[in-house]
């Protein structure tokens, strides 16, 4: 089966603080694809970032950070220094080889309190 | 820098009428996709299609939904006589196509950059 958890409903944190939202997918294929995109409250979803099987190393971007572990086959996501305006929800997706859709999880919200 | 256009933003219908969604893909995309999304879940793939093509209809409920990409114009998600549970977010995402972001092979490897979506309220 393929699947995406994400075991995070809502986290509520200061602004400053460090957080990370998890993400553990399920898949039998040995080449795919993860996603993370941001869904703020105006609603629209935008890209964050796509990483392949293959590539294991973390990215940093700014504030943003990615582990990805095949080990444990978890994406996580983390923000350093939060921010108000980091505030939405977050949704972490896979995508197997030769496949045309992503598959999402069900998005952990985020509120970062000034 | 145009990206995925979908219109209307807001759709009010009354059971049973019909509802048509629209959705421009970003310049230089010839795949889209569309996703729903219900009230406090995820979003689940519908449909993928290419110009004139459908090429995955998996996701679309086997009545009353239907999806096209003409070879000129917006691609147009249409829901016939529309009950309550349809009342949803509609997502429209597109992508370049295979093999252009260094994937293998499969759109499902491209990047799939969404349009603002449509919420459908069914009276």
């Known amino acids: 089966a393929q699947k995406v958890t994400q075991a995070q409903t809502e986290i509520s944190v200061v602004e400053k603080e460090d957080v990370t939202l998890d993400c553990v997918y399920e898949?039998?294929?040995?080449?795919?694809?993860l996603f993370w995109y941001k869904q703020p409250p105006s609603g629209e979803l935008v890209f964050l970032i796509r990483?392949?099987?293959?590539?294991?190393q973390n990215e940093i971007s700014g504030r943003y950070s990615w582990n990805f572990q095949k080990s444990t086959s978890s994406f996580n996501f983390t923000i350093t220094a939060s921010q108000v305006v980091d505030s939405a929800v977050y949704f972490c997706?896979?995508?197997?080889?030769?496949?045309?859709?992503?598959?999402f999880g069900t998005g952990t919200r985020l509120q970062v309190f000034p | 820098n145009a990206g995925v256009m979908q219109n209307p933003r807001h759709l009010v219908r009354r059971r049973g009428q019909e509802a048509r969604l629209r959705c421009s893909p970003m310049?230089?995309?010839?795949?889209v996709y569309w996703y729903r999304q219900l009230p406090e879940e995820g979003l689940k793939f519908m449909v993928y299609?290419?110009?004139?093509?459908?090429?995955?209809e998996s996701g679309m409920p086997k009545e009353r939904f239907s999806a096209e990409f003409p070879k000129e114009g917006p691609s147009i998600l249409r829901i016939q006589q529309v009950v309550r549970g349809d009342s949803a977010a509609y997502f429209c995402?597109?992508?370049?196509?295979?093999?252009?972001?260094?994937?293998?092979?499969?759109?499902?490897?491209?990047?799939?950059?969404f349009g603002p979506g449509t919420r459908l309220t069914v009276l």
């Open positions: 995402a597109s992508s370049p196509g295979p093999g252009t972001s260094g994937g293998a092979a499969g759109a499902g490897t491209d990047t799939q950059y």
């Open positions: 997706a896979l995508s197997p080889y030769n496949t045309d859709k992503l598959i």
């Open positions: 310049k230089g995309h010839s795949h």
């Open positions: 990483r392949n099987s293959f590539d294991e």
């Open positions: 299609l290419q110009k004139e093509n459908i090429i995955d």
């Open positions: 898949t039998r294929d040995t080449t795919y694809y």
